[in-house]
């Protein structure tokens, strides 16, 4: 439902704005100018999934079932963009997001952490005034995780990882991943002078994850004395939804 609704939002902005074109289009400011470049602060509230498995361990699937839940952390970042006003109305633009300490999986230690990069390229619709701007925007791209998915290591023989479901995480290793993303929302723009401009985001995030493996907890059934410990799971594909915004500045040329 949000996403339709932004949907919605970005198509009625795009017919309203373009027909104003005629009467805005001859700004003698944004028609001087441009180019634009800025840098900007980011917050992506990312998903850190989990899986819970309570039963007997054994020796070939299928087991007993588990349960894969997401919880949500807010990763900061930095970046710059480059943009293009095709119009007073219309820009194209691309955007790169670093964030450094970016968890993909929440257990064991040695999977936390890595880094995730962020390249989005797309259009910003929208009408401009003296000095506030407001636009939507629809931006395809990437999402780069440094520690996004996990295989079996190739410097250790373990015989756990193909004899045992679930196989224990001390087999495994993580590796880097790359998934499609699509940025869609709203932009705000302060222009304090005629080359300065002050932006805030704030939008969905669609990243859609192919299936990978995702670390989870081992809990004993009950009765059983026996500590519980970290496991590999196969999750299958699926579309996230991830609030995003930012804060930014920028210069027109």
């Known amino acids: 439902m949000r996403k339709n609704s932004l949907f919605v939002v970005i198509l009625g902005l795009s017919a309203l704005f373009i027909n104003s074109h005629n009467v805005h289009s001859q700004s003698p400011d944004t028609d001087e100018k441009k180019f634009e470049v800025g840098g900007q602060f980011s917050v992506l ?3 850190v999934p989990v899986a819970t498995f309570t039963g007997i361990v054994c020796v070939r699937a299928p087991c007993p079932s588990f349960v894969i839940s997401n919880s949500r952390e807010a990763q900061p ?3 710059g963009r480059v943009g293009y006003n095709l119009t007073n109305n219309v820009a194209v ?9 970016a968890d993909s999986f929440s257990v064991p230690e040695a999977f936390k952490g890595g880094h995730k990069i962020e390249g989005l390229f797309g259009a910003k619709v ?3 005034f003296d000095k506030v701007g407001i636009f939507g925007k629809a931006r395809p791209g990437f999402l780069h995780a440094g520690k996004g998915d996990i295989r079996p290591r190739t410097d250790v023989l373990c015989i756990a990882a193909v004899s045992i479901f679930p196989p224990p995480a001390g087999c495994f290793e993580t590796f880097s991943k790359t998934n499609l993303a699509f940025d869609l929302g709203g932009v705000v723009e302060v222009y304090p002078t005629k080359r300065t401009i002050i932006r805030f985001d704030a939008g969905d995030t669609i990243v859609r994850l192919s299936d990978r493996n995702v670390p989870g907890v081992f809990n004993p059934p009950p ?3 026996a500590p519980s410990f970290v496991i590999i799971i196969r999750a299958p594909a699926e579309t996230t939804h991830n609030f995003q915004a930012g804060i930014g500045i920028g210069f027109r040329f």
């Open 223 to 225: 009765g059983i004395l």
């Open 45 to 47: 509230h990312s998903p």
């Open 77 to 79: 970042g930095f970046g």
């Open 126 to 128: 929208g009408k401009r």
């Open 93 to 101: 633009e691309a955007e790169l997001n670093f964030f450094p300490n």
